[in-house]
């Protein structure tokens, strides 16, 4: 059978060239908000760490194409520019069951804009105080400098001033795990904006 539009031999309908000039595949405009401070980047409400190996995935969750065809297999390479990275595309799809390789030209917008976390460490501000009266000294990998906004040492130890309550309960959590003992105590420590706000103490001992 002739394609209709072309002439060209095809099974049915249009040929796969008439059928994509008609149904173009693409991919949907994207913007990305990527934090200059600890280049984490906003995708789907959420902050995400190594944009690299989340380009795959932003790409397939984007493309638009008609429901005939199937998408196979995705290649690219990508290249960062100032406030954009571009992408060539290689697809893999099928139309119809046959086969066929597509290109695919198209860039994220990326804007740059500090994340909440380091934005209030930046400001100073903080929810939790973590005393630490143990031996071992926190390390980078006992808690995430992201949310430290302050690190004082003290009679008997570190107290750490962390920007959010939930990273600081997450971490005494580990450590109680781990077999030290911890115990948060609510304090209140002013008025902001006309509201009252509590910042927490959370300590943590040797068990
Ligand atoms: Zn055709
Ligand atoms: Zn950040």
Same mark, same amino acid.
């Given at each position: 059978?002739?394609? =209709?539009? #072309? *002439? @060209? &031999? ?14 173009? /595949?693409?991919?949907?405009? /994207?913007?990305?908000?990527? #934090?200059?401070?600890? %280049? ?7 902050? %995400? ?17 008609? =429901?005939? +065809?199937?998408?196979?297999? +995705? &290649?690219?390479?990508?290249? &960062?520019?100032? %406030?954009? /990275? &571009?992408?060539? /595309? ?6 119809? *069951?046959?086969?066929?390789? !597509?290109?695919? %030209?198209?860039? +994220? @917008? ?28 926190? !390390? ?21 001033? +962390? !920007? ?21 105590? =609510? @304090? ?5 904006? *006309? ?13």
């Amino acid at each position: 059978m002739l394609c =209709p539009k #072309c *002439g @060209k &031999e095809t099974s049915r309908g249009l040929c796969i060239d008439c059928f994509l000039e008609d149904n173009q /595949i693409g991919l949907r405009s /994207i913007k990305l908000k990527t #934090c200059p401070s600890c %280049n984490r980047f906003m995708y789907r409400s959420k902050w %995400n760490e190594n944009l690299d190996r989340f380009l795959e995935r932003i790409i397939r969750e984007n493309l638009v194409h008609h =429901p005939d +065809i199937k998408i196979r297999a +995705i &290649e690219f390479e990508s290249e &960062e520019k100032r %406030n954009r /990275i &571009e992408i060539d /595309i290689n697809l893999t799809a099928e139309y119809r *069951g046959e086969k066929f390789e !597509t290109m695919l %030209n198209s860039s +994220i @917008k990326l804007e740059k804009r500090q994340c909440r976390d380091c934005s209030r460490r930046s400001s100073g501000y903080y929810e939790a105080i973590l005393q630490f009266r143990i031996k071992e000294i926190p !390390t980078e990998k006992d808690v995430d400098p992201r949310y430290v906004s302050k690190v004082e040492k003290v009679k008997g130890g570190f107290d750490f001033y +962390i !920007t959010s309550l939930r990273y600081a309960r997450q971490t005494a959590a580990h450590y109680s795990g781990r077999g030290y003992k911890t115990g948060e105590s =609510p @304090k209140q420590a002013g008025v902001r904006k *006309g509201r009252r706000f509590y910042r927490f103490s959370i300590s943590i001992k040797e068990p």
